[in-house]
């Protein structure tokens, strides 16, 4: 089975500053799928962004970003001008194009938001 | 669209009761997915379902735990006898068979407590 590690159980970032999450996974297929979810304190599930594995283009959304790279086998979420609603956990996960919709996910990382 | 919908939204029980967590997913998803989400353990998958039939359940901890999908509108994750290391939170999910381009819908999710 596929792996998904985030080695960052918790990490801080001053209002408006930029912080980048890590996230590492380990997989023998050349295609799949990676998404970064964030879990604020109300429990909620939320996609964040994805990003396709044979597209070399980073995926944006808003102040989200990705930095992808298929050969370290890295995916990492960038999140610009952070703000206090940005305070939450932030699960990396793993989707192969086979074998049903199954998704690995990593172990989360807590981001605090300092004002 | 109303999202999946989970019910209850706090659950607490004694230990040895019968515990029944439902789900409804968003209409027209072919897969359910039940997770367990612990401090310990993170994220957990338990079972998925495809168009109502169970697809994998080796997540599923022991024999206590059981899940159905009569439906495709609702399914049950039941826990019979309770006991306090159930205590979690159970997420249901949902998603499109569109390919594996497509992400999971997350519930609110269960607090389950057992004492």
């Known amino acids: 089975a596929q792996t998904v590690t985030q080695s960052q159980p918790e990490m801080s970032v001053q209002e408006a500053e930029t912080v980048t999450l890590s996230c590492t996974y380990d997989t023998s297929e050349s295609d799949y799928y990676l998404f970064w979810y964030k879990q604020p304190p109300s429990r909620q599930m939320i996609l964040v962004i994805r990003?396709?594995?044979?597209?070399?283009q980073n995926a944006t959304e808003n102040r989200f970003s990705v930095n992808f790279q298929k050969a370290a086998k890295s995916f990492s979420l960038k999140i610009s001008d952070s703000q206090l609603g940005d305070a939450a956990m932030y699960f990396c996960a793993y989707r192969s194009p086979w074998g049903g919709n199954q998704f690995y996910f990593g172990t989360g990382t807590s981001l605090t938001v300092i004002p | 669209d109303a999202g999946v919908i989970q019910s209850p939204r706090h659950e607490v029980t004694e230990m040895g009761q019968e515990v029944t967590l439902r789900c409804k997913p968003i209409?027209?998803?072919?897969?359910l997915f039940w997770y367990r989400q612990t401090m310990m353990r993170g994220l957990e998958l338990l079972i998925y379902?495809?168009?109502?039939?169970?697809?994998?359940d080796s997540g599923m901890p022991e024999d206590r735990f059981s899940a159905k999908m009569p439906n495709a509108s609702f399914s049950t994750l039941k826990i019979q006898p309770s006991e306090p290391r159930d205590s979690a939170v159970y997420f249901c999910a949902s998603s499109p068979d569109r390919g594996y381009t497509d992400t999971q819908y997350f519930g609110p999710g269960t607090r389950l407590t057992v004492l």
């Open positions: 379902f495809n168009n109502n039939v169970p697809i994998d």
């Open positions: 209409s027209g998803h072919d897969y």
């Open positions: 990003q396709e594995a044979y597209k070399q």
